[in-house]
């Protein structure tokens, strides 16, 4: 059974806990709202806040690993 979208789910998590209903953009991992149109950081500032963001995140969210909640890798 298809939901409203045909794409493959997008497999993040809303705030409320449960898995997004978003389609995956094409050749992405995420859908529009969990970064799919995203490009990343570009400047090499922006790439030294989201490195810290993301060690802020594991240290705050020890599971999240487990979950399969992290980051994506060579994002950069
Ligand atoms: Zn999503």
Redesign the pocket.
Known sequence: MQRRSSRPP?G?HTRRGTP?Q?GKIPGRK??K??GGLSTGPRTEAGKRKSLQNLVQFRTANPGAAARGDQPEEGCC
């Open positions: 997008c993040a997004c978003g995420r859908c709202w969990h």
